[in-house]
């Protein structure tokens, strides 16, 4: 029973078309209809003149479409000779006659060649290519003919396709295309580019991209297609340390589709946040080469982290090989990074008022930076650190508030994007945002916004060194940071010592003695590092894991505002001696050690799947998002409802069950006393959730639509 069942199912349908299915049916069919038109062309007394037309024009529209098909000479001939011999038969039949046995042996001989030489007129199979493999490379006259194909099929345009290109990193090629003068636009092309990568099959990540060709007219395009997906590779950085400017972007390493993943830090402060092995120190190092590598622009770097992402630029000039420090400026501890920062505000503020001239000569608004005239660009590691000092908090909110016109910028990272370790005005004023893989999706949220909930996911990157990357507000894309090791951060130091610019005379000359004497305190600073280094390295492995917190150092004085800080100047002759600060009892060892003995328990995998998470309801990411928008942490409970569409009581009943409620105490907002909500009891609620520990009811989760 199942056996009959089962041979009803798979049962071809008969098919009754007159398409002939090989060369016995193919000679036969055109044999009878050949006898046919001669017995009518008989019966009616056709003139021969019409069967030689017919004959030379078919032969004619056979070789144009053949060529159109780019048919090889062997079929072209073949359909040629059996269109002329068949005319040739019918021709002669009009001026004899059909009805003699010669004439039926005539055909009957000529059908028998035509099925016997068959073969010859098979259309030449092409090589049917696998994007991405070697073959595709090799066999570009293949791949030619298979996009000309697909594009012709998924967008209806006859195109033609001039030439095939590989790309030198191997992970794509270009398909350049001539288009149709019947009207077809790029567009028309661009706007299947999805179905198009859907056509040819090409791995997840990969993707077609529709171009201009450069000097070429709008008829000819260029078709990018990637045919591996460079999320999951692990790429280094090119060794180039030629010359850039801060004006263009500072390239961090690749998007799936092998474009740039650039950013533009003139006057965007950039965010790196990312979770202990993320790759946020290696994504600093390409940072900093890559601004290294600007002639216009200084890199000074604030690394309370340990000193890991300094030591090496710093070494080069230690050791002798370099003349010049790579890094202009190094601060290791607070009390160096507040005379630095302290600085960077001298500098800002002076900038502002004595380069007015300059930006009337240069007819330009934005300070323009050179050689001459540089940005300083402070690489912060670890800004948790930095901000978990008031008065460095403080100076690095006031930094990032006057210093973009100025040049003064800055590049945070920190362990989460979250309030309690980046204050909110620092994350809103930072145009370049990355967050770096990591098992929690809700640091998504916290870092692009929570209208990006549930549009983004950990699942798109592939492990540590990768991360999304959004450019002032533009929807996050995944990318590959470039991967960097210790040898290539030298080789990229001496490089850049030798091209670095010198601050100006004038800025200088603003930031102080501090700034003089700057070199003199990172010499005894870091080369009390330098020897402290092998200590830890042999003892790491025999040492318990200590959790002594690190030592906090002396705080300066400072007012409730930085502009109420003393000059750089007076703030250097306030600074215990930096010897001091530089002792080994000042650096975080205790903490490296513990690092280094956890990555070696629990090494972090490559690309971790990450966890499974519950939708965040509306209410939450709305609310949330409508706090963030106004700047600030708490929110009067009738100004949130107002903005939700909602009243007071219906958001209290709709955020109870999520565990939000209104605090105990009200506070005041625009002279107002009422009570309302706490920003982090909603991102605590929106956590609980994502990882299924708060039930969201049906009707709680279904707002606004219910
Ligand atoms: N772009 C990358 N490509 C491949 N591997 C990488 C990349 N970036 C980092 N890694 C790997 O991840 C490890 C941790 O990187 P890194 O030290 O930069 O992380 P981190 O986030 O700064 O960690 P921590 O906060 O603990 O200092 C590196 O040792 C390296 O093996």
Redesign the pocket.
């Known amino acids: 029973m199942v056996g009959t069942k089962t041979k009803a199912t798979t049962k071809q349908p008969v098919d009754w078309s007159l398409t002939p299915r090989g060369p016995v049916s193919a000679a036969v069919q055109g044999s009878l209809a050949l006898a046919a038109a001669a017995t009518v062309g008989d019966a009616v007394a056709l003139s021969p003149v019409w069967g030689g037309a017919a004959t030379a024009a078919g032969a004619l529209a056979l070789v144009v479409a053949g060529a159109h098909r780019q048919l090889a000479p062997a079929a072209l001939l073949y359909r040629l000779g059996c269109w002329v011999g068949a005319g040739a038969w019918w021709t002669w039949t009009l001026v004899d006659t059909p009805w003699s046995q010669s004439s039926w042996a005539a055909l009957g001989i000529g059908a028998m060649t035509a099925g016997l030489m068959a073969p010859l007129g098979r259309v030449t199979k092409k090589t049917k290519a696998r994007p991405g493999s070697a073959l595709v490379l090799r066999s570009t006259s293949g791949l030619a003919a298979d996009w000309e194909a697909r594009i012709r099929r998924v967008c209806r345009a006859p195109v033609i396709v001039t030439d095939v290109r590989a790309w030198d990193n191997g992970a794509g090629y270009d398909v350049l295309v001539t288009l149709p003068p019947s009207g077809v636009t790029r567009a028309d092309i661009a706007g299947r580019a999805e179905s198009l990568a859907t056509a040819a099959d090409l791995p997840e990540g990969c993707s077609v991209e529709v171009r201009g060709v450069a000097g070429a007219g709008r008829s000819q395009v260029m078709v990018r297609v990637s045919t591996v997906n460079r999320i999951a590779q ?2 280094g950085y090119p060794a180039d340390y030629s010359p850039r400017s801060i004006l263009e972007p500072i390239v961090l ?1 690749e998007h799936a589709n092998s474009d740039v993943a650039g950013a533009e830090v003139r006057e965007e402060a950039a965010l790196i946040a ?10 600093l190092q390409v940072v900093s080469i890559a601004l290294g590598r600007c002639r216009d622009n200084l890199v000074w770097h604030l690394d309370l ?1 340990g000193g ?1 992402l300094t030591q090496p630029w710093i070494d080069v000039w230690l050791d002798g090989r370099a003349a010049r420090c790579p890094i202009d400026w190094a601060a290791p501890n607070l009390a160096e990074g507040k005379l630095m920062l302290a600085s960077a505000i001298s500098i800002a503020k002076h900038r502002k008022a004595s380069y007015r001239k300059l930006k009337r000569a240069h007819n330009a608004s934005l300070l323009p930076v050179s050689a001459d005239l540089p940005q300083i660009t402070i690489v912060v590691d ?1 800004g948790a650190n930095a901000v978990a000092d008031r008065d460095l908090a403080k100076l690095l909110g006031e930094l990032q508030n006057i210093g973009r016109n100025e040049a003064v910028n800055l590049v945070i990272s920190s ?1 989460r994007p979250t309030g309690d370790l980046v204050p909110v005005n620092m994350r809103k004023q930072s145009g370049v945002r990355v967050q ?1 893989y990591g098992p929690d999706p809700e640091e998504l949220a916290h870092m692009f916004g929570w209208s990006v909930n549930g549009k983004l996911s950990m699942d798109q990157l592939g492990g ?3 991360g999304f990357l959004s450019l002032d507000g533009s929807f996050p894309r995944p990318f ?4 960097v090791l210790p040898a290539q951060v030298e080789d990229a130091a001496l490089a850049i010592a030798a091209l670095r610019p010198d601050l100006d005379a004038a800025s200088a000359q603003a930031a102080g003695p501090a700034y003089a004497s700057r070199l003199e305190r990172m010499r005894r600073v870091f080369a009390d590092r330098d020897g402290q280094d092998d200590e830890l390295e042999t003892s790491a492995s025999t040492l318990p894991a200590p959790q002594t917190p690190p030592r906090r150092l002396t705080v300066l004085p400072g007012g409730a505002n930085a502009s109420e800080w003393a000059d750089p100047p007076t703030l250097a002759g306030r600074t215990r001696p930096a010897v001091s600060t530089a002792s080994a009892a000042d650096w975080p060892e205790p903490r490296m050690v513990g ?1 280094l003995r956890a ?1 070696q328990m629990h090494p972090v995998p490559a690309a971790a799947p990450a966890a499974a998470v519950r939708p965040v309801p509306q209410i939450v990411t709305r609310a949330l998002a409508t706090i963030d928008d106004a700047g600030d942490d708490r929110m009067h409970s009738a100004t949130l409802a107002e903005a939700l569409g909602l009243t007071p009581t219906d958001l209290a009943a709709l955020l109870r069950p999520l565990g939000v409620t209104t605090l105990p105490r009200a506070f005041l907002r625009g002279g107002r006393e009422a009570r309302g909500y706490a920003r982090e009891d909603l991102s605590v609620a929106a956590e609980r959730i994502g990882r299924g520990e708060i039930d969201v009811p049906a009707d709680v989760a279904a707002w606004p639509a219910a």
Not at 274 to 283: A, H, N, Q, V
């Open positions: 692990v790429i390493g990312g979770k202990r092995g993320s790759g946020k120190t290696t994504l982290n890991g670890e362990l770096m540590k060194g990768t590959r940071g470039y991967n690092r990555e």
